[in-house]
């Protein structure tokens, strides 16, 4: 199609000095007005264009589409103080998307997908001419374009359903690309082959003291996190077998399992750039194996917090962190537009806010967890350092990405957070001097992968016997220690009770970490369910409290429809969410395509081979067959 072909190499390609590469700035002419041995000649070639994607994924359209796409239709947020700025953000937000929206264009996912695809077509060519474009520089290139492709695509899929699809460069005026949509399911398989194909290729990591080149560029724990929800995904699919989908849901636990233990054995051997003994949370190490960084630390006299919070989405370049595209590496300020905007600059400058509904009921020493309400007790840091939570002027503003230091006032020492703890000052503003970078994958987030996979695992063997169960008021953990790995041979976690255990345990230990009141206040803590539903409500409730605001609530819960075969959990949780788009909405909330979003009109114009999304057609589209 021509819009998607225009947009690839129109525009300077810029390297990206912040992930070690070399600065330059290069117009690319079309290729095919350009000698290509006068340029795709030595190994500087092939990383100008690799960096580029990487810059293209940092432009504001892209970071904004995954914001947009993926959290502002959930139920995480309400519109903001500006949003009377951007008619189509608020139509989309109500549920009544047009397909004349700018949100529908597509166009920054193929900006990147055609310069990788670029890169993967003349790379081999350049390692045959330069003797210092190693094989082992080729595969490294080959494994970090694959990803970004992938990650690109695998957005946009779950976005639009079905696409257009090549891996063929864009690069001659005489090549057709007004191309048909491929099935969802196809590209996922694709997907899945192609990265399948080259996951050992990337470095275990670039260097030990790097840790911001270690999160920025495509490491070999960020393919198998990408393979884990890949796997993830494509298990879920009411139309296969119990057997096909626990298939992939194993290969999802094996991929995650190698980025669980990477991290694991950087702690545990001291494998890493700083000493993370004291900034991991002993409790949860001790008690689930995990090394998950501390919320609250006690330094001195006092009791510090939220310090995972600052290190993960203030500071930035984590340990948690898998992959993230960087917006303040090595001092750079390339500015996160995207964030800026929609999260806002400071209490009335922004288009979105935290929903008031997020925390339905005022927190009481008394309170004990219920799976009815996303937040109920008075100590979780994920709530009091993601949003300004205002009991009494409802909707809040966002902070999470938005504030380096999320601290109560003007003073790091917050008291227990148990007993007594003010969230951050309302009007904490975003600052210039803080991009923040955007985070595609982090432990946390692979270890929910694991437990979601395993809780379907489970109950497509049949579920634990009554007898195996354990009741659903029980705060005990699972077995201590060491997380037990699933092994290929099915002889580790093979029955339904250890694979729900093992899930529970790994919610557990999120949840716990973002808890610490749990050492003295059991009742806080949720109970392990005892029926399918009930484990999947926790676990959506636990990856939505983890990661809050991150562009995943919205795929979460397509994901749980496409799983089950219809949109009643989708339409019960959004019901609220799109209540002033009125009863055609609530109609069309009904259909499995309503989840996901039309084509760009202008897209339909130049290519006659797409197919509108049954749900947004008008008197002036008409269904092709």
């Known amino acids: 199609m021509k819009s998607i072909k225009n947009i690839i190499m129109s525009a300077a390609i810029f390297a990206a000095a912040g992930f070690g590469f070399t600065s330059c700035d290069i117009d690319l002419l079309p290729l ?32 904004k589409d995954m914001i947009v796409w993926g959290e502002t239709r959930s139920d995480n947020v309400v519109a903001g103080t500006r949003i009377g700025e951007d008619s189509d953000l608020k139509y989309l937000m109500q549920g009544t998307i047009k397909t004349t929206s700018r949100y529908c264009d597509w166009k920054a996912m193929y900006v990147v997908i055609n310069r990788c695809n670029t890169v993967l077509e003349y790379a081999p060519m350049v390692a045959e001419k330069d003797p210092n474009y190693t094989d082992s520089d080729l595969k490294i290139n080959i494994a970090e374009c694959k990803f970004l492709r992938a990650v690109s695509y695998f957005t946009l899929i779950k976005t639009f359903k079905d696409v257009p699809f090549t891996f063929k460069a864009s690069i001659d005026d005489s090549q057709d690309y007004t191309l048909p949509q ?23 990591r670039y260097s030990l003291d790097d840790t911001e080149k270690n999160t920025g560029r495509v490491t070999r724990a960020a393919m198998y996190a990408l393979l884990s929800e890949l796997y993830l995904w ?31 054995a950087q702690y545990d051997n001291g494998d890493y750039a700083t000493d993370l003994r004291p900034v991991v949370d002993k409790e949860v190490y001790n008690e689930y194996g995990y090394p998950l960084l501390a919320e609250e630390r006690t330094v001195g006299t006092n009791s510090k917090g939220p310090e995972a919070t600052n290190a993960i989405f203030g500071e930035g370049a984590s340990f ?14 390339t500015g996160n537009g995207a964030v800026e905007t929609l999260y806002g600059t400071s209490s009335d400058r922004n288009f979105v806010k935290a929903s008031d509904k997020l925390m339905e009921n005022v927190p009481a020493t008394g309170a004990t967890y219920s799976d009815n309400y996303l937040f109920t007790v008075p100590c979780d840091y994920r709530s009091l ?22 601290r109560s006032g003007s003073t790091p020492e917050n008291g227990s957070v148990g007993s007594k703890f003010t969230p951050a000052t309302k009007g904490q503003n975003y600052t210039s001097s803080h991009s923040p970078n955007w985070i595609i994958y982090r432990l946390t987030e692979v270890m929910l992968f694991r437990a979601e996979a395993e809780i379907e695992m489970a109950y497509n063997l049949g579920g634990a016997t009554p007898e195996e169960e354990t009741p659903a008021d029980s705060t005990a953990a699972p077995s201590k220690g060491r997380r037990a790995s699933i092994a290929v041979d099915g002889s580790s976690l093979n029955t339904p009770e250890e694979l729900l255990n093992d899930a529970f345990k790994i919610i ?30 926790l676990l959506l409730n636990e990856r939505r409290r983890e990661l809050l605001f991150e562009g995943k609530r919205y795929y979460d819960l397509v994901r749980h429809s496409r799983r089950i075969g219809n949109t009643n959990d989708f339409r019960r949780a959004l019901s609220n969410h799109f209540r002033e788009a009125g009863a055609a909405v609530s109609i069309k909330m009904a259909q499995m395509d309503f989840m996901y979003m039309p084509v760009f009109r202008k897209e339909m114009k130049v290519n006659p081979n797409l197919v509108q999304n049954s749900c947004y057609l008008d008197e002036s589209e008409n269904l092709k067959n």
């Not at 879920?236 to 119990?242: F, I, K, S």
């Open 320 to 333: 948690e962190t898998i992959f993230e595209i960087g917006f303040h590496f090595r001092g750079q300020n």
């Open 32 to 63: 095919n007005q350009v000698v290509l041995e006068n340029f795709w000649t030595n190994k500087d070639d092939v990383e100008s264009v690799v960096a580029s994607c990487y810059t293209a994924m940092q432009s504001e359209e892209y970071i």
């Open 508 to 537: 557990s230990a999120v949840f716990r970490r973002s808890n610490p009141i749990l050492k003295t206040a059991s009742n806080f803590a949720p109970g392990q369910p005892s029926e399918r539903d009930t484990y999947r409500t």
């Open 182 to 204: 491929t099935k969802f399911e196809a590209i996922l398989d694709a997907l899945i082959a192609d990265i399948e194909s080259c996951k050992d290729y990337a470095p275990r």
């Open 385 to 406: 350092a993601s949003y300004y939570y205002d009991a009494t002027n409802g909707p809040a503003q966002i902070y999470k990405y938005v504030v380096q230091e999320n």
């Open 234 to 264: 494509r298990g879920a699919d009411v139309n296969l077998t119990p057997a096909q989908q626990n298939e992939y849901y194993k290969k999802c636990v094996e991929c995650a399992d190698f980025v669980i233990d990477y991290k694991i």
